[in-house]
């Protein structure tokens, strides 16, 4: 994670076991939206090169997709005032 001039302030990891590549993407999502709360930053962009991640944290609102892990995203999105995929 870096701050707003692109410095490293946190690096971390969590062991998935076996998942898929789409899984591993969104539980980093997940991981880096918590931490962010808990240090109470009011905006975010989110990087990512998985472009089936975004298309299916954007498309969750436009459609109910039956994922535990986007729809906690979504639950995280809503309490961070400005966000950016």
């Known amino acids: 994670m870096r701050d707003q001039e692109g410095r490293w302030i946190l690096a971390y990891n ?41 298309q299916a944290i954007q498309e969750h609102a436009r459609k109910d997709l039956e994922s535990t892990l986007i729809r906690r995203i979504h639950q995280l999105l809503s309490r961070i005032g400005h966000w950016v995929i």
């Open 14 to 54: 969590r062991y998935l076991g076996f998942c898929l590549v789409m899984e591993a993407e969104l539980w980093g999502i997940l991981d880096r939206l918590t931490l962010i709360l808990e240090w109470s930053y009011d905006f975010l962009i989110i990087q990512t090169d998985s472009v089936e991640a975004v």
